[in-house]
């Protein structure tokens, strides 16, 4: 666990040369992608790696160089300050702060807003997120950015700097002091280093900001740096670009070699696996939003690929459905990266957005932008970490939604391998993914709300008390503090969360068991369930702490959404009461508001009747594990107290990965049963 962490600190790492895999921010897609999405996987797929001697020595290395290059050399890059004609936000600041972790981002007024370590192509390439902050008037094409750059290039030999601003207004410029006409555009310099200087004003819509040294780019042709460069960085500072980007990617490398020898996936499983990950990967590319995301329909072919028993686990799952779907998510994203998103003002995901800003750039770690939580607690911290790794752009909540839904995938299959059989197990995965994605809700993926992110946090905790087979109290321990993050993330999902001790039942106990106590209670596992109980109380209590520091009332509901939402009214008639709290069910259940049957919504609605009629032990349905059930019927009993609004399928989400697992052990004991029992045709195979 602990070399785990220490790998991804390494490959996140700002380093003070600018390359390839240099960091944070992951500006780049190719980096995004490999350190955003690859090197988490490979964690998962391949934990055993870390602990070898190899991958010890990569990492280490790989953190001595950044630290080396922290102590010895000066941060390359120029130094971009942007400041508005009147403050974006409440703090009064007209310097702004940018998602930066190499510029000055928690200094009141920065001497850096941003490091500029490669050409700005066009408005949304700016590092400037901080006009999310103000209102639609004074947006681009509307905003007006003044911008200064300030830092030193150490030319290789003579030559000419061309620094051209698209869409701006040149103030001033200088190189070594001197003054350079503001008309001009560029400037003869002799080999060896020089300080460069540009004052700027940016207006309308059509910015770029592209340098050049002899018609190169700049950044990759010369050395920057934010400061004079010292003999170590003219000697070295270059050359520590690729060592640090080569250490990098030897360790990403290895940790895939590794992964594919651990597993030893068949010929078959891999042109599976790549054949998959090139398909969506260019549909995601090409028309994600439109018909692309039906490529999530292919992953059900992975059921029909030949599968010896040494690979039915769950890593070999996850490699043939995560991956493919994990290719999806980055092909939609290769043109977003480190690329600015504009929020719609007013919208949930731009409240978020102002109140990490609120949190990481102003200090407010606990109030985290409200005294009492209006909007859901948990994201807005989510979001502003994705940032710190991310930057200005937005891809880290796309790569953070991905991971989640995968998560919900890989609780269907564990559920479903274990009820049923392997193939079962990866087509409820599918289905699952495919509910999510080509289904009603599949708009929200991306999109920076809570709910996608607390569904991931509560199959975690669940994941890990299903597979908990030696009782272990670290599994509890860290289940229950995923179970707490799900709650702060989403506070509706109480009732869900407390279902959650249901698996603590052996997944044998049947719904219909629950009707005879004896059959079951002495194989409860009480203590997993007192510890998951606890847990959420401690969490309560500490948000009502929370609560009454900022306004002297110990509530959990105070100042929250509850009481304007909820379903059941002060003086409402009983027949106006349960219209709203069927109207309130039917929401979660359609995926739709107001409620309306939508056929993409099937698995949806399959998945609760049967979990409803397994605990009325109706014939065909009553062997459902019971801890499915409970924890089925469970995802819908917030709707009875509070009715969501808004951004339609949002409330439906958690309830996809169990009503498809519900569904899978109900239908697959039948089917395997009906095709033994027929008479030409041999029993049925477990897989």
Same mark, same amino acid.
């Given at each position: 666990?602990?070399?785990?962490?220490?790998?991804?600190?390494?490959?996140? *790492?700002?380093?003070?040369?600018?390359?390839?895999?240099?960091?944070?921010?992951?500006?780049? /897609?190719?980096?995004?992608?490999?350190?955003?999405?690859?090197?988490?996987?490979?964690?998962?797929?391949? +934990? %055993?790696?870390?602990?070898?001697?190899?991958?010890?020595?990569?990492?280490?290395?790989?953190?001595?160089?950044?630290?080396?290059?922290?102590?010895?050399?000066?941060?390359?890059?120029?130094?971009?300050?942007?400041?508005?004609?009147?403050?974006?936000?409440?703090?009064?600041?007209?310097?702004?702060?940018? !998602?930066?972790?190499?510029?000055?981002?928690?200094?009141?007024?920065?001497?850096?807003?941003?490091?500029?370590?490669?050409?700005?192509?066009?408005?949304?390439?700016? +590092?400037?997120? $901080?006009?999310?902050?103000?209102?639609?008037?004074?947006?681009?094409?509307?905003?007006?950015?003044?911008?200064?750059?300030?830092?030193?290039?150490?030319?290789?030999?003579?030559?000419?700097?061309?620094?051209?601003?698209?869409?701006?207004?040149?103030?001033?410029?200088?190189?070594?002091?001197?003054?350079?006409?503001?008309?001009?555009?560029?400037?003869?310099?002799?080999?060896?280093?020089?300080?460069?200087?540009?004052?700027?004003?940016?207006?309308?819509?059509?910015?770029?900001?592209?340098?050049? !040294?002899?018609?190169?780019?700049? $950044?990759?042709?010369?050395?920057?740096?934010?400061?004079?460069?010292?003999?170590?960085?003219?000697?070295?500072?270059?050359?520590?670009? /690729?060592?640090?980007?080569?250490?990098?990617?030897?360790?990403?490398?290895?940790?895939?070699?590794?992964?594919?020898?651990?597993?030893?996936?068949?010929?078959?499983?891999?042109?599976?696996?790549?054949?998959?990950?090139?398909?969506?990967?260019?549909?995601?590319?090409?028309?994600?939003?439109?018909?692309?995301?039906?490529?999530?329909?292919?992953?059900?072919?992975?059921?029909?690929?030949?599968?010896?028993?040494?690979?039915?686990?769950?890593?070999?799952?996850?490699?043939?459905?995560?991956?493919? /779907?994990?290719?999806?998510?980055?092909?939609?994203?290769?043109?977003?990266?480190?690329?600015?998103?504009?929020?719609?003002?007013?919208?949930?995901?731009?409240?978020?957005?102002?109140?990490?800003?609120?949190?990481?750039?102003?200090?407010?770690?606990?109030?985290?932008?409200?005294?009492?939580?209006?909007?859901?607690?948990?994201?807005?911290?989510?979001?502003?970490?994705?940032?710190?790794?991310?930057?200005?752009?937005?891809?880290?909540?796309?790569?953070?939604?991905?991971?989640?839904?995968?998560?919900?995938?890989?609780?269907?299959?564990?559920?479903?391998?274990? %009820?049923?059989?392997?193939?079962?197990?990866?087509?409820?995965?599918?289905?699952?993914?495919?509910?999510?994605?080509?289904?009603?809700? /599949?708009?929200?993926?991306?999109?920076?709300?809570?709910?996608?992110?607390?569904?991931?946090?509560?199959?975690?905790?669940?994941?890990?008390?299903?597979?908990?087979?030696?009782?272990?109290?670290?599994?509890?321990?860290?289940?229950?503090?995923?179970?707490?993050?799900?709650?702060?993330?989403?506070?509706?999902?109480?009732?869900?969360?407390?279902?959650?001790? %249901?698996?603590?039942?052996?997944?044998?106990?049947?719904?219909?068991?629950?009707?005879?106590?004896?059959?079951?209670?002495?194989?409860?596992?009480?203590?997993?369930?007192?510890?998951?109980?606890?847990?959420?109380?401690?969490?309560?209590?500490?948000?009502?702490?929370?609560? *009454?520091?900022?306004?002297?009332?110990?509530?959990?509901?105070?100042?929250?959404?509850?009481?304007?939402?909820?379903?059941?009214? +002060?003086?409402?008639?009983?027949?106006?009461?349960?219209?709203?709290?069927?109207?309130?069910?039917?929401?979660?259940?359609?995926?739709?508001?107001?409620?309306?049957?939508?056929?993409?919504?099937?698995?949806?609605?399959?998945?609760?009747?049967?979990?409803?009629?397994?605990?009325?032990?109706?014939?065909?349905?009553?062997?459902?594990?019971?801890?499915?059930?409970?924890?089925?019927?469970?995802?819908?009993?917030?709707?009875?107290? %509070?009715?969501?609004?808004?951004?339609?399928?949002?409330?439906?989400?958690?309830?996809?990965?169990?009503?498809?697992?519900?569904?899978?052990?109900?239908?697959?004991?039948?089917?395997?049963?009906?095709?033994?029992?027929?008479?030409?045709?041999?029993?049925?195979? +477990?897989?």
């Amino acid at each position: 666990m602990i070399w785990g962490v220490l790998a991804l600190a390494a490959l996140l *790492w700002p380093a003070r040369p600018i390359g390839p895999l240099d960091g944070i921010p992951l500006d780049r /897609w190719s980096e995004a992608i490999l350190v955003g999405v690859a090197a988490p996987a490979l964690w998962w797929l391949d +934990p %055993a790696f870390v602990r070898g001697t190899r991958a010890r020595a990569l990492v280490v290395a790989l953190l001595a160089v950044k630290l080396i290059s922290m102590a010895a050399l000066t941060q390359q890059g120029w130094c971009a300050r942007f400041v508005t004609p009147v403050p974006v936000n409440a703090d009064g600041r007209d310097v702004q702060l940018v !998602w930066d972790a190499r510029a000055d981002w928690r200094d009141a007024v920065p001497r850096c807003s941003a490091i500029v370590a490669h050409p700005y192509g066009d408005l949304r390439s700016f +590092p400037v997120w $901080f006009l999310n902050l103000v209102g639609p008037a004074r947006r681009p094409p509307d905003a007006v950015v003044a911008m200064t750059i300030d830092g030193y290039l150490n030319a290789p030999d003579a030559g000419v700097l061309n620094f051209p601003v698209t869409g701006g207004r040149t103030i001033a410029a200088a190189i070594d002091e001197r003054p350079i006409d503001p008309t001009r555009d560029a400037v003869a310099a002799a080999a060896g280093p020089h300080r460069f200087q540009l004052s700027t004003v940016l207006s309308g819509g059509a910015w770029r900001f592209a340098p050049t !040294w002899n018609d190169r780019d700049v $950044f990759a042709s010369t050395l920057t740096t934010t400061g004079p460069p010292r003999l170590a960085d003219r000697w070295f500072g270059r050359a520590m670009r /690729w060592v640090v980007a080569l250490l990098a990617a030897l360790l990403i490398a290895s940790w895939t070699a590794s992964a594919i020898a651990a597993l030893r996936p068949t010929r078959a499983q891999i042109a599976w696996v790549a054949a998959a990950s090139a398909v969506c990967l260019a549909a995601g590319y090409f028309r994600l939003h439109t018909a692309g995301r039906l490529s999530v329909l292919l992953l059900f072919g992975a059921a029909a690929v030949p599968i010896p028993d040494r690979l039915r686990h769950a890593r070999s799952a996850f490699l043939m459905i995560a991956v493919p /779907w994990l290719a999806i998510v980055a092909g939609s994203t290769i043109a977003e990266a480190g690329r600015v998103t504009f929020y719609t003002p007013g919208d949930d995901f731009t409240q978020f957005q102002r109140f990490a800003y609120r949190i990481y750039m102003q200090g407010y770690w606990l109030e985290g932008g409200q005294w009492t939580f209006w909007n859901q607690p948990l994201y807005r911290w989510i979001a502003g970490l994705l940032h710190i790794v991310f930057g200005d752009a937005s891809v880290g909540e796309w790569y953070l939604d991905a991971a989640c839904l995968a998560i919900g995938a890989m609780f269907a299959f564990v559920v479903c391998h274990r %009820a049923a059989s392997f193939r079962w197990g990866v087509a409820a995965s599918a289905l699952t993914l495919a509910t999510l994605v080509a289904g009603p809700s /599949w708009w929200i993926i991306g999109r920076g709300l809570s709910e996608i992110a607390a569904c991931g946090f509560a199959y975690a905790a669940v994941l890990l008390l299903i597979t908990d087979d030696r009782g272990g109290i670290s599994r509890v321990a860290l289940a229950s503090a995923l179970v707490v993050l799900a709650l702060y993330t989403r506070l509706n999902h109480l009732p869900w969360l407390l279902a959650s001790t %249901a698996f603590c039942l052996p997944s044998d106990v049947r719904a219909s068991d629950l009707w005879r106590p004896r059959a079951w209670m002495g194989a409860f596992r009480v203590r997993r369930a007192a510890v998951i109980v606890a847990a959420l109380a401690l969490a309560l209590a500490g948000f009502a702490w929370r609560t *009454w520091y900022y306004t002297g009332v110990f509530s959990v509901f105070y100042g929250t959404t509850r009481q304007m939402l909820a379903t059941i009214q +002060p003086g409402d008639s009983f027949s106006s009461s349960a219209l709203k709290v069927i109207q309130s069910v039917l929401v979660v259940v359609t995926a739709q508001d107001p409620p309306a049957f939508d056929i993409r919504a099937v698995p949806i609605i399959a998945g609760v009747t049967i979990s409803v009629l397994a605990l009325l032990r109706v014939p065909g349905c009553r062997d459902v594990p019971a801890s499915i059930a409970v924890f089925c019927v469970a995802a819908i009993a917030g709707a009875f107290v %509070a009715r969501g609004e808004a951004y339609v399928g949002r409330f439906s989400i958690h309830v996809i990965p169990v009503a498809v697992a519900a569904i899978v052990c109900a239908v697959a004991p039948r089917v395997r049963a009906r095709a033994a029992g027929r008479p030409t045709c041999s029993p049925a195979s +477990p897989t």
